[in-house]
């Protein structure tokens, strides 16, 4: 199926759960946050949460602003 | 006056420095640190963004360049134009730094000029606060809206000198001191300085602090311009405290006219 990742049509199997992305894009042990359609989804959440076709996720990280 | 007992408080948290100061713009995170080092900041705003998918994971964030256990980070809601989209990025944020509720809230109107669409600011700002976030809301230099955002429960207000980014100074002082005048909550001049005879004026009108980024960022030589405004931030103050003298038309001789010898 097919998720969009930080706005990018983003191959992945079936059963993938946010746990597998937030592995997959290096992110263990870094500073993030997650949302999926628009929803904050916590961290505590992530293995458990199961991908649907056409899920739209967003990951974010602090970057420098004013 | 000793900095430790000049200090001002926001949301429950107390700082002695009253400078604020942006991350963006800078050359590198070497400079980032040293010019924020040099700032005395210990409030710095952050922005949110997408994860960069192809980064290399070995170059550093910001948080490890500023580390949250040395300042209080200041997510910002930079590039907003709603009210959904801040409130989303302030969630993520919340997340992102283990619940720390502490946000500056900015919902722009227009992308020329970058200031704020009071009416969805307002908004937000509610949302927020009923989420139990602490609301350091940039807004206009309008006294009325100020008073708004202050009694609705913001827990600061932060009225824009100049438009973001500009370095015009404090186009409307008169504003901003009836601004500070109502106001029972911190009063920071948000964006619009240019350099340090600005952000003293800001303090001489009595505001609790400044957040600036483009005028030490922007600067030919950040790190010296973020010892300037430290000091600026600091002269300014004093000289609110000590209460200038009045203007006169005409001069007012220093040396006394008594014992003249000729």
Redesign the interface.
Known sequence: MNIQ????TTPVDDSTTLGDIVRR???EG??????VN?E?V??SEHEGYRLKEGDNV????????? | MSENTDTFSVAGREFSSRLLV?????KDMEE?RAAIEASGAQIV???????N?GQN?DEP???DVLPPDKYT?L??T?GCYDQ?TAV?TC???R???DGHNLVKLEVLGDEKTLFPDVMATLKAAEELIKDGFDVMVYTNDDPIIARELEDMGCAAVMPLAAP??SGLGIRNPLNIRTIVENAKVPILVDAGVGTASDAAVAMELGCDGVL???AI?AAQKPVLMASAMKKAIQAGREAYLAGRMQAKRFASASSPLEGLFF
């Not at chain 1, 870094?30 to 949302?35: D, F, H, K, L, M």
């Not at chain 2, 942006?22 to 800078?26: R, V, W």
């Open positions: 990742l930080n706005g990018e894009m290096n992110l870094s500073r993030y946050a997650v949302e628009e904050l916590p961290r967003e990951i974010v990280q602090a970057i420098g602003g004013g | 942006g991350t963006g713009k800078y980032t705003t952050i922005a949110v963004r997408r994860t998918m994971s964030n910001i948080l980070i997510p910002n930079a959904k989303r969630k993520l944020a997340e992102l730094l973001i980014g600036m980024n483009t960022a």
